[in-house]
């Protein structure tokens, strides 16, 4: 089949396929001390790029993916026609400006480029103000033409706002969008699209839980699952309600499937494809193992009519919302990750913030501004059980986060490494702390 992949303009005189090629299984074919063939999966992705689809997105971690893309598009002979997309998940703790370079110039050895096409941050804990150093030093970086463009990858509204008001020019945030999780279309899906942020979305196929191989098929015993990927959507089908739910929605993509003769996993990703703020969506490949070009070439030789959409649309209503915004599965409970929990991504979560204790037992908690060496401030106060957290202001460091967009913070709760990235702000970082306090009595606390 000779199709023309449609692209997308994910920044002035960057284009991708409207069709990534996900390399994360790679991962999962090197797992228990495997390792792939490079020149044959190099070969694999020159298949992927002949058919149209030129851009392949990775990760620091997913085996050596990385590696596997600089070969093939590296180099003394680039492929100036490929675009590859990396990511950059650093442990939770901090993040200087040495570190932030390094692995950086990592990505570049590996992928064999002078400049990354598009570095994308995940960041494990917003309550750490270290995520946001980062930020600023990749945005260096950028400007020294290390980096082309900077993207997101598993970020909610709130801390996507914040960034691109604090003027981080973040042009992409990768999260999960399905028909079994519509999570981005409440929030994230608007103000993308408001600000001309592309969302790349991947999870499109659920693990291949959204395709005919799972129509009419019994329930699988979730504890013997195949793949890494499997393993984390089964999570997303039984908290969304269970398994019938989901044959509810794979009969009623067979039925729209039908009238089009293309397969569920088509009708699947297409209906992310048609979502706006949606630039391109990422179908995972295991390179030189299974490939499914062919069968991704038919998103682009039929449409969705909108009978389709309302029939798909009647079905996933039936199912329950999984909770949160976009990455809160790997953030706050219940984790829908591969494991259930965040034991196979990090060891431990250190304290953001440095903690005094005065010889009265008193602890305070520090975060080096000058609020604290000329006035006596303190991020939070703990005295026996109860802890005060006082009023905060928009800003790490010198900086002044969020610009005057009032909102552009977390609307979240307190809580007891309240910062700018985590305490509820109403006012923007023009205005002073009142003083207020708020106290809280045997809250479980982890210093």
Known sequence: MTTSIPRHALAPGFTISRVLTGLWQVADLERDGRTLDHGVAADAMADYAAAGFTTFDMADHYGSAELIAGRFAGGDSPRDDVQLLTKWVPEPGPLTRADVRAAVERALERLQRPRVDLMQFHAWNYADPAWLDAMFHLDELRQEGLIAHLGLTNTDTAHLRMLRATGIPVVSNQVCWSLIDRRPRQRLAPYALQQGVSILAYGTVAGGFLSDRWLDRAEPDWQALDTWSQMKYGRFVR????????????????????????SIANVACRYVLDQPAVGGIIIGARLGSSEHIADTQRLFAFTLSEQDHAELEAAVATLDPLPGEPGDEYRVPPFLTASGDLSHHVASFPAPY?????????????????????????????????????????????????????????????????????????????????GTSISWRSRPMRW
């Open 239 to 262: 908290t969304a309600g269970g398994w019938e739910a989901l044959q509810r929605v794979l009969r009623a993509a067979r039925q729209v499937a039908d009238r089009h003769g293309v």
């Open 354 to 434: 440095p903690v005094r204790v005065d010889a009265t037992g008193r602890r305070r908690v520090l975060s080096g501004t000058v609020w604290e060496r000329d006035a006596g401030y303190a991020r939070a106060v703990r005295v026996g059980d109860q802890i005060t957290v006082s009023g905060t202001t928009a800003t790490h460091g010198s900086r002044c986060i969020g610009g005057t967009d009032a909102a552009g913070s977390p609307s979240r709760a307190p809580t007891v490494n309240a910062s700018a990235t985590s305490s509820r702000r109403t006012r923007s970082c023009r205005r002073r702390s009142s």
